[in-house]
């Protein structure tokens, strides 16, 4: 069988993928723009956004629309929560500190989330139908035209935010220079609160275009968010555009390498890219700001 | 008003400190002492006391605490390992697991398929462990703090997916069965209580082996590298051919811990290599405190021990264990026995002190 | 017979020239000074010759041999010891332990024979230990040796991070701003402590803003100013030496 048959369906796929992963990664970049942190519970958030949306809608009988966006707000709040509870109190530990307690915390929400949703994967109706498109011999589904669409849509957001506004430039003062921000009267541990909540809106917001694509299920997260942040290292550390294009990327690379090895492998696929180039170009491919600070 | 402020705060301040230490006193007492760990003889009197518990506590456990007790003894042994690493060397791993499988898949692999004595396999474990460690650490201890921990952690994900897609090999997601217990020339370890011989007999020889280590000039390098690169370097250490040694080391003492466990449990499969072990090896390290070796063999009794009881919970265990790692950190972020150590110290100097300030009074 | 001679060597950064050229020879048997003003070049030409950084141009030799590409470790291998402007102790450790890591090149042993503690590793702990000692006597610090190193004053961890490099044995010690920080009580002893070290014949390069010790005790000095060396010789020729005043004073203005 000739592999290359496959190449443009898969493309395809690979880029909805890739769509999804920027999403992800977008969430990383937020919360390191503030910090200098690693939040390791951030495909937590893209889990409980899809989770809780389907909650809304079985359990309290609310409106897609409206389960949705109340799904985004109840995860913005735990992002907050993430911040007070774990975060805030180890402002000052080393970085390993910081990687077991948001790993802990991924354990915590993944595990709680089981117990009051069900362990069984939930998923979404499309947005708008699920009759695939299609466009030049290839399938596409509109949902996934729908996370296309929200993924530049919120990339543009962010960095109209990080860029245009006063409080994206605080945010990144009190991530360079966090004596320089503390000096000039910014209140630092405020913005890395307020990038919890972004970081975890824009999750959420992820796991709400996701679920109508895949099953999500309370152990979906984990994963999801590695892949997010391997993403977030191959475009470039700490970038938002480095983000998005280390997602397409990488879901490029994962969906077409089906065509060349057994399925089952698919997942490492994600860590080989990830060790490739950390060992070939560690600033990843638009390079990084943050990669000669000795935290990474 | 200021001095009535400062009097009020000093008295909650004692209040608080008797509060976090009454409780956990006697367990200070039997806790290396951290504040020491660089006054290196080589035994002390304490630790005849450790073996001797050790040798009698079977006496007074019953049958399951025993096999916990082994259970331990096995992850103590990776703790040891990833304590050079971690603790000393101050490097990050999250993929201590996948060298503890390696060890694992090596002695299930040759004892069942190929027939080789356990003794031989335990040997071929550590061996083929370091290998590995050696072929993965070369490229990426170049990398620092989070890249790092990520680094290993995908190697970790990348050994659980080849053993679950190798089935011929490996068995695929539900294993290999039947491993042979472990028998030196004839004898067979085919108790619980044998293998806790067994396993803490390995155990001592293997901290007799870092305690030596860490006394001698290597112990000396490693600590520097934890300390600083540049320094080190002045000095002519050669940096990177330390961290790769050092991890090599450690990756040798996971792959032997697995073979125990493949021969104990005489089994492997590729649920008990994940992320969750590499995370409790982890925790087991900063909980013993980073630079003791005593430290992280105590947290790995107490938190194979948690895990247990947590199992009865069932599905409340998890977020239980996740809220108590998340404490644990917060509280005792550089070690329980140091914590408690520099609070007990903080409280006698304050008794001290107020005496002294008692009499200026008078 | 120069011990460690700088060649012609250039270093840039992005575009903006730190070193232009620069050659510099150091005799055996002598203390050079190098001094100058901020941002002259001072720091870059030490990361040079300790191998932390690569040369864009030129080339430098110790005791004849090529040392432009060798690593960090392996520069300090060959001899060369050096100690850091930003103290660089290892807190994490007691002061004896900071100088016998000083002494890692010289004593034996790997992984392996440490772990079994094969008998020539006892034999070397207990000699280096004595070793150390007679060190920690020489700069007063043996007192201490049981403490640990980040809880030693800032004048003290200064001498121990000197100690750590004197116990490699090493052929030329470089110092980088030795007297930095320290009060001129402090200042008088370290000067003492060079001047002893001399006197036992070891090499000393030492970059320094202290006037006073730098003309008191070098044989020789040079001055860099911009990225070049604008005179060099007998520290009461430079103090004269009207390029070297120009210099300065142009620096305080600017």
Known sequence: MNPWIHIPQLLAAGITMGAIYALVALGFVIIVRASQILNFAQGEFVMLGGVVTFFFITGAGLPYPLAALAAVLAVIVIGFLLHLLVVYPLRKASVLILIMATVGASIVISNTSALLFGTLPKALPPFSGDLPLELGGI??????????????????????????????????????DPLGADLSGIARNFMVFLAFGVSAGVGAIAGVLVTPI????????????????????????????????????????????????????????????????????????LGSPYIDSRRW | MVKKYNKGSRIEYRKRDILFTAGLWLVSLILPDPHLPYRREFIKKRDFFYVGALLLLPLILSGPLVYLMVLAGIYAIVALGLSLFLGYAGQISLGHAAFFGIGAYTTAILTTRYAVSPLEAFGASALAAAVCAYLIGKPILKLKGYFLALATLGFGEIFLVMVRESRSLTGGVSGIFGVPWFSVAGFAFDTSLKQYYLVWGVLIALVLFAKNLVRSKMGRTLLAVAASEDAAASVGINVAQVKVRVFVLSAAFAGLAG??????????????FGLGLSVLVVMMVIMGGMGNLYGPIFAAIFLTWLTDVLGGFQEYSLPIYGVILILLLIFFPDGVGTRLNERLIYLISYWGRKRRRERVDI | MSLLSIDTISKSYDGVRALNGVSLRVREGTIKGLIGPNGAGKTTLFHLITGVERPSAGTISFQGRDITTLEPHEIALLGVGRTFQTLQVMGTMTVVENILTGMHSRLKGGFLSCGLWLPWIHKGERTALKEAKETLEFLDLLGRWKWNASHLSFAQQKMLELGRALAMKPTLLLLDEPAAGLTPAEVTRLAEKIRRLREQGMTILIVE????????????????????????????AVRNDPRVIEAYLRGKDA
């Open chain 2, 259 to 272: 073979s125990l466990f493949a021969c104990v449990l005489s089994t492997a499969n590729p649920q008990g």
């Open chain 3, 209 to 236: 803003h202290h006037m006073g010790m730098i003309m008191d005790i070098t044989d020789e000095v040079a001055v860099l100013h911009n990225g070049e060396i604008i005179t060099e010789g007998p520290p009461d």
């Open chain 1, 214 to 285: 895949f099953y999500t299920s309370y152990n979906a997260g984990t994963l999801l968010g590695l892949k997010g942040f391997i993403a977030a290292v191959v475009g470039g550390w700490g970038k938002n555009s480095g983000a998005v294009l280390g997602g397409f990327v990488l879901g490029v690379v994962e969906s077409t390498s089906i065509a060349f090895i057994p399925a089952g492998y698919k997942d490492a696929v994600a860590f080989v890219v990830l060790l490739l180039i950390l060992y070939f170009r560690p600033k990843g491919i």
């Open chain 1, 139 to 176: 399938r596409i589904v509109p949902q996934n035209l729908w996370v296309l669409g929200a993924t530049f849509l919120l990339f543009f957001v962010l960095y109209f935010l990080s860029h245009r506004t006063l409080v994206g430039k605080a945010m990144e003062a009190s991530s360079t």
